[in-house]
């Protein structure tokens, strides 16, 4: 959960969590705890349900027959599944959804300065779908269980807004469900990477050397791979999509170097590793003309970055190629650019 830190927040970690988390979605956690509460009453209650066999006689008749109790018990607040919500919501109860608890674990944890994701409430969405289902089942006319369905789905549809992403939706249209432009841009680096005298280099030493528990050997296997700088926005779906890509920013830094401060973590702006990073992307862009063909130089060979990938329409040709860089080619509506031979 960006942004939202222990140190913070205190006592109140847990609600602004589940605040950030739920947001305008909050009739979702009405409906979980509203599920919860009746499966606790019919729990304590412990009211088993009959289970009456339907029966086709041998004249075609049907009647039903019960035959006393059955082979399961089935409780009547509906089964294994109540059950499942019920335990995991006591769980997070009494443990990370107690803020006296977290307040003294999650330090010792060392996450205070940041807590990522609220996964211990993804629960509250499956289990009030859940629920809500089980209740409109309960309807026994057919005709209202419809208008009662239309009607619970209208009024979550007026009261939960929707996420401005479904508004401008772009699905894959390959196997790997990434952008089309990332496995063509993927393969295009590989294929050139091969050609080059740093990669022959790299793949001879690591053949060379038998031991490969050692540091060497490690550095350079990795050497086998090209370490690239992509756009932002297909950045971290090459880092899933190939992990033969090595990627000169984590994902951190590249938040931060874009402006964005909720993952709680910063960096020191007046470090030599940072500038150089910041560097390479502003010469990509042309975002500072004050760089220098040496600075960009020295930077790119320090970091052993060996492709740019830019937006053709963005791509600060005209300065990459003078200071060393060989365009690969422009595919996909990026331009590939590889620094030194």
Request: charged fraction near 20%; proline fraction near 4%.
């Amino acid at each position: 959960m960006g942004g939202v830190t222990v140190r913070e927040y205190g006592l109140s970690f847990v609600r602004v969590c589940l605040q950030k988390y739920i947001g305008k979605s909050w009739p979702f956690l009405l409906i979980f705890l509203a599920g919860i509460a009746v499966s606790i009453l019919l729990s304590v209650r412990g009211k088993r349900r009959d289970n009456p066999l339907e029966v086709v006689t041998v004249d075609g008749n049907d009647r039903n027959m019960n035959y006393g109790e059955p082979d399961y018990e089935e409780d009547e607040n509906g089964g294994s599944t109540a059950k499942m919500f019920l335990s995991v919501f006591l769980i997070c109860a009494v443990t990370v959804c107690n803020p006296f608890l977290v307040r003294a674990l999650i330090p010792k944890l060392g996450m205070t300065a940041v807590y990522y994701r609220f996964f211990w409430v993804i629960p509250i969405t499956f289990g009030a779908a859940y629920y809500l289902t089980a209740a409109l089942i309960r309807v026994r006319n057919r005709v209202l269980r419809i208008l009662a369905a239309l009607a619970a789905a209208v009024a979550l549809a007026c009261i939960i807004p929707v996420n401005p992403g479904l508004l401008n939706l772009k699905l894959p249209t390959n196997v790997y469900k990434v952008d089309g432009a990332v496995p063509v841009l993927c393969e295009a680096i590989h294929a050139d990477f091969e050609t080059t005298a740093a990669y022959r280099k790299a793949l001879k030493r690591s053949e060379a050397n038998i031991d490969r528990n050692s540091e060497k050997w490690l550095r350079w296997q990795a050497g086998q791979y090209p370490l690239c700088v992509f756009p932002s926005q297909i950045e971290f779906a090459v880092r899933q999509y190939d992990p033969t890509i090595r990627l000169l920013f984590n994902r951190n830094l590249r938040l931060y170097y874009e402006g964005n401060r909720t993952t709680g973590i910063t960096y020191d702006e007046t470090k030599v590793r940072y500038q150089r990073r910041a560097l390479i992307l502003d010469a990509m862009y042309g975002r500072d003309e004050s760089i220098t063909t040496e600075s960009f130089q020295e930077a790119m060979e320090k970091t052993r970055t060996k492709y740019l990938v830019v937006e053709e329409n963005l791509a600060n040709g005209g300065f990459l190629t003078g200071a060393g860089c060989t365009q690969v080619g422009v595919t996909a509506g990026y331009t590939i650019f590889r620094y030194g031979d």
